[in-house]
C-alpha cells in the first residue's frame, strides 16, 4: 500500500505536539453516538497484508446506503459521462496536472490547454479565454480582484442570488484588499432586483457587477438589461455553462469577464472536486487576466507548435507584478473537457441543455399536481427552488425511501427558506425517477 504508518514512539510525539491523549480525540468534535455507530473496529496495531486490508475496507464499503436517485445541484451536477473520456484521460502522456514549463517537450499537454480555451471561448462569445482556474468559486473571485486591477475602484456589487460558495471565496479574497463586497438583493422571480441595483448606483461608482448565469436559484438573469444600467464591469459567473447551449451567451449580451464551473462537462462530481474553473474575458483585459494562455505559433521547421504565450502568475513573472498566486493548471480536468465536449459537439451540446430543460418542465408540472409549487416565477433552467411543506420530515422519509431530494436551503438562507427545497435534473433521470422522487415527497 502507498503508506508509511507511524511509529508508537512517533504517534506518542504527534499527539504530545497538538496536546491530545489519543488519537480518538482528533474526532472529539462528531457526537459520541456518531462516532460509536461509525466504529470501524479497528486496530492500529495489528498488521494486515494486501488481501486482508482490502476485505476489510470491502467489509466497510458494503455498510454504505447507496441513494440511486440524487437531484443534488447547486453548482456542481451529475451527468452522463461517456467512457472515452476516462480512457483518452488516462493515457500515460496526460497524466499531469502541473505547469508546461518546457513547451518542446510539453506540446500535447499544451494542445489541450490551447483547445480548453478555444472551446470556452466559443462558448461564452468571449475573444480570449484562460486555463488555469481551480473551480467556478476561485474564478469568480479571480475575476473580481482583476476588476479592481483594471479599474483602481473600491466597491464590488454582487447579487444574492449568486452560489453561497462564490461569494464566500470571494468575500475571503475581498478581505485582502481592505473591503466588503456590497449585495443587490432579489425579487420574487428569483432574479436580481434591478430597482435596488438602480439605488445602489445612485450612491456607489462600483469596480464591477457580478451576476449569475442561471443563477443559484436556477433562474436566468436578464444580462442585457444590466448591461444598460451601467458602465461598471460586468462579471457574469456560470456554474452550470450547459445552460449555454440553450441561452444566449453571455459575451453577445455585453459581459466584460465570463469565469465558472466546467465539472458539468466530462468530470464526475467526486465529494465536491477536484474541479476544473474556466475564465474568458475581453481582449483589451488579457494582461490583467489570472493564471496562463496558451499559444499557437510555428517552429525552426515552420510546424504548429503551442507554448506558453501570457503568464502572468507568482511562478513566473516578479511578485508586485503577478496577477495571481494561481500555482496549477487543473489540466487534467481541463483534458477531459476538452474530450467530453470534442465528443459532444455543437448539435450535441444543444440536446443536452434541450433534455435538462424538458426533464425540469416534468418535475415543475408533477410537483405541482401535488401542490408543491416553485417558490421563484422566473425563466428556469434545470432546477429550481420548491416550497415543500414540513420540508425536514419529508426530505428524512425521501432519503429513507432512496431518495436524495435536493439541498434544503434553510440552513444556508435563514428562516424564511425553511421549507425551500433546491432540486436539480440530470441526464440520468428519467420520468420514473422523478416520479419516485414526488411521491417521496408528497
Known amino acids: 500500500m502507498p503508506s508509511i504508518p507511524l511509529t508508537s514512539d512517533e504517534k506518542t510525539k504527534v499527539l504530545s505536539t497538538l496536546g491530545l ?31 486482508e486490508l482490502r476485505t476489510f475496507f470491502a467489509r466497510l464499503a458494503s455498510r454504505n446506503t447507496l441513494h440511486q436517485d440524487h437531484f443534488v445541484g447547486g453548482g456542481i451536477y451529475d451527468n452522463t459521462i461517456p467512457a472515452i473520456v476516462g480512457q483518452l484521460a488516462l493515457r500515460g502522456e496526460f497524466l499531469t496536472c502541473y505547469t508546461p514549463y518546457q513547451p518542446e517537450i510539453s506540446q500535447g499537454t499544451l494542445t489541450a490547454i490551447f483547445e480548453f480555451q478555444t472551446m470556452i471561448s466559443r462558448l461564452t462569445a468571449m475573444p480570449v479565454a484562460n486555463a488555469s482556474m481551480y473551480d467556478g468559486a476561485t474564478a469568480t473571485a479571480e475575476a473580481v480582484t482583476m476588476a479592481l486591477r483594471l479599474t483602481e475602484k473600491r466597491d464590488i456589487l454582487m447579487s444574492e442570488a449568486l452560489p453561497p460558495d462564490y461569494t464566500k471565496v470571494t468575500n475571503t479574497f475581498l478581505k485582502g484588499h481592505a473591503r466588503d463586497p456590497l449585495f443587490i438583493k432579489t425579487t420574487t422571480e428569483g432574479t436580481t432586483d434591478l430597482e435596488h441595483l438602480k439605488q445602489m448606483l445612485q450612491t456607489h461608482d ?9 443563477n443559484y436559484f436556477g433562474v436566468i438573469e436578464d444580462l442585457a438589461m444590466i448591461r444598460k444600467l451601467t458602465n461598471a464591469l460586468l462579471i457574469v459567473t456560470v456554474p452550470d455553462p450547459s445552460a449555454l447551449g440553450l441561452f444566449e ?18 468530470t464526475p462530481m467526486t465529494f465536491g472536486g477536484p474541479h476544473v474553473g474556466f475564465f474568458a474575458t475581453r481582449k483589451e483585459n488579457l494582461r490583467q487576466m489570472p493564471g496562463r494562455v496558451a499559444g499557437e505559433t510555428v517552429d525552426s521547421r515552420g510546424n504548429r507548435a503551442y507554448t506558453l504565450t501570457l503568464s502572468t502568475r507568482e511562478q513566473h513573472i516578479r511578485r508586485e507584478k503577478a496577477t495571481s498566486n494561481i500555482c496549477t493548471n487543473q489540466g487534467l480536468i481541463a483534458l477531459r473537457t476538452v474530450i467530453y465536449l470534442s465528443f459532444l459537439g455543437k448539435q450535441g451540446l444543444v440536446e443536452l441543455s434541450e433534455i435538462n430543460h424538458s426533464l425540469f418542465e416534468y418535475l415543475e408540472t408533477a410537483l405541482e399536481r401535488r401542490n408543491i409549487a416553485k417558490r421563484f416565477t422566473g425563466q428556469h433552467y434545470r432546477e429550481g427552488v420548491f416550497e415543500v411543506p414540513d420540508l425536514p420530515a419529508r426530505f428524512k422519509r425521501a432519503c429513507a425511501a432512496g431518495v436524495i431530494p435536493g439541498i434544503m436551503l434553510g440552513p444556508k438562507f435563514g428562516k424564511g427558506f425553511a421549507n425551500s427545497l433546491l432540486i436539480a435534473v440530470n441526464p440520468k433521470h428519467d420520468k420514473t425517477a422523478i416520479d419516485r422522487l414526488v411521491g417521496a415527497l408528497a
Do not use: N
Not at 35 to 44: T, Y
Not at 249 to 265: H, K, N, R, S, Y
Open 21 to 51: 491523549r489519543s488519537t480518538d480525540d482528533l474526532f472529539s468534535s462528531i457526537p459520541p453516538r456518531i462516532r460509536e455507530k461509525a466504529d470501524i473496529g479497528f486496530e492500529s496495531d495489528h498488521g494486515m497484508s494486501e488481501h
Open 206 to 214: 462600483p469596480a464591477a457587477i457580478v451576476i449569475g448565469y442561471p
Open 249 to 266: 451567451a453571455p459575451g453577445t449580451l455585453g459581459a466584460d469577464i465570463v469565469c465558472g464551473e466546467a465539472q458539468q462537462f466530462g
